[in-house]
Each structure stands twice: as C-alpha cells, then as structure tokens.
C-alpha cells in the first residue's frame, strides 16, 4: 500500500490535537482506523512518527520534521483543487495572543465582504509560532523576531510596550513606569507565547523573582492576585482586560514588531490575499 492523502491528513490532526481520540473525532472516523492510518504511513516512511508510550500524544523528532512537509503537500494539494473550482478549506489565522489587537476586528469585517467563499478562522494557540510550526494554521501573528528558517515574514506594525500592575497597588497610581520601577517587584514571565524575558534590564539592575506561566489567562490571574508585575503591548490592554489590572505606559523600551508568517510555498490558497488585507487594514489602505 502506497502513502495517500487521507494518511497525511490524519497524521495532521493527530498533530495539531495531540490525541488520537480527537483526531478520530474531527475527522469523523473511527480511533482505531486512525490508528491502521497512522501504522501504515510510519510503515512505508520506515520511521516512527508518534510517541505513544505516554498518557499524551506527541511527536518524534521525526515526526516534528515530517508535519511540516506534509503541511505542505496538504496545502498544495488543497490549491490545486481551488484552482480547478472546487470549495477548500476555511482559511486558519493563528495568534498567540492579542490577534493583530485593534486591526482586528477590521479585518475579519473585510475578509467575509470581499472573500464570502472563503471562511476565515481565527485561532488562539499558545505557542511561540501561533500554531504555525505544527501545521495547526495557515497564517500566524507572530509578535518579535520571527528566525525559523522556510517561513515568509510579512511586518505589519510595532507596538509600545506597556506594564501591567494590579489595580490596588502602588503602581497602579502612576501615569507611566520604567523598567527600574518594576525591578522592585516579581517580574511575571510567560515562557511559552510571551515577549518579556528578564535581558530587558541591564544586567546589574534585573528582578530578583521571575514567576513563570505559560499562557495569557494564568499571567493575567496572577498579576491581579498581586504575585507580581508584567510587561506586555499595548493590544493586550485592549484585548485582554482585566477589573483588577491596569496598564502603564514603559515609553523607555523600544516597540515590538507585529508580523504576519506562513510557510512558503503557503499551505492554502488563499494565504497571499490574507497577507494584502492585512498590510492594507495596518497602513490604512
């Protein structure tokens, strides 16, 4: 039996849901024909993609080199079919947090007016690529330096960073902070889709306490239950409010890049127009 593309679109879901069971339901088949799939693609490869032997499914590093490929071959295949006229798939946008913040909305608006055919998701993943490294999106927003190699970079805008504090602290009454005032207090740090790292303060004068979280909710929660302070964009504050946090303005620190990253070639069809709306909603277009 030859490698089809059924099998690579079952690995693909067993990828970006990390459970077979998942997988199984949202392509609509049965676990253990999920199983048989993956079993005769890691056959013909002649290696093993999938590591069962815990309670979670993940990959090896085979089967990490391997998702972006068939991520690839997935889409190009899709593109044919679109250029044929047959319908595809609903277009995936990938953010880790804040979206493209007050662009947004915009976006989506225009989309579904000038693209009705095509649907546009907008996915909130909690990973430094957005979902975009293990083929769960098409397109993603990625906030920072953007070095993976084979990915097409799109900047878009820069963003202020600001601090935010919990709303009955001293912080709090302030009008703008600087890095020396929040050296004072532990530095809440999410280690997995976040761009504040303790090398923001010069070396001499750095937090003492970092806390570490892994997504935007529990960096949130932990800030307005006064475990410390954090330092985020100025989306967050629109997109992610909170009745017991407040943001200040850190006008000493530079900007972060807002990018928009795909793979190339893109793994659905309609990637390119995604990308010109978005530099068009960003530069008022």
């Not at 990018?259 to 990637?271: E, F, G, K, N, R």
Request: with cysteine.
């Amino acid at each position: 039996m030859s490698i089809e593309l059924r099998h690579l679109r079952c690995f693909l879901a067993i990828a970006e849901e990390s459970s077979m069971t998942r997988a199984a339901a949202r392509l609509r088949i049965t676990q253990p024909a999920v199983s048989r799939s993956l079993a005769t693609l890691e056959r013909q490869l002649g290696v093993r993609l999938v590591d069962r032997s815990t309670h979670h499914v993940t990959l090896t590093p085979e089967g990490l080199a391997f998702r972006e490929r068939a991520a690839v071959a997935v889409g190009a295949f899709d593109a044919a079919l679109a250029s044929a006229g047959r319908p595809v798939r609903p277009l995936r946008l990938g953010h880790a947090w804040a979206a493209l913040g007050p662009y947004t909305t915009p976006l989506l608006r225009r989309w579904k007016r000038e693209q009705p055919d095509i649907p546009l998701e907008l996915l909130r993943i909690d990973d430094r690529s957005a979902g975009l490294l293990r083929g769960a999106v098409d397109v993603a927003v990625v906030r920072g330096p953007v070095s993976e190699p084979g990915l097409v970079v799109t900047p878009l805008f820069s963003e202020a960073r600001v601090a935010a504090v919990t709303a009955d602290g001293p912080f709090a009454a302030r009008a703008r902070l600087t890095l020396a005032d929040l050296a004072t207090a532990p530095l809440l740090v999410n280690s997995v889709s976040g761009v504040t790292v303790p090398e923001l303060w010069p070396p001499d004068a750095r937090p003492t306490t970092t806390i570490t979280v892994t997504n935007t909710d529990d960096w949130l929660a932990s800030i307005a239950a006064g475990r410390g302070v954090g330092v985020s964009v100025a989306s967050t504050a629109e997109i992610h409010p909170h009745p017991d946090v407040v943001y200040r303005p850190l006008p000493e620190l530079p900007p972060v890049p807002v990018h928009l990253t795909h793979h190339a070639p893109p793994s659905h069809p309609a990637v390119p127009a995604l990308v010109a709306l978005a530099v068009a909603v960003t530069t008022g277009a």
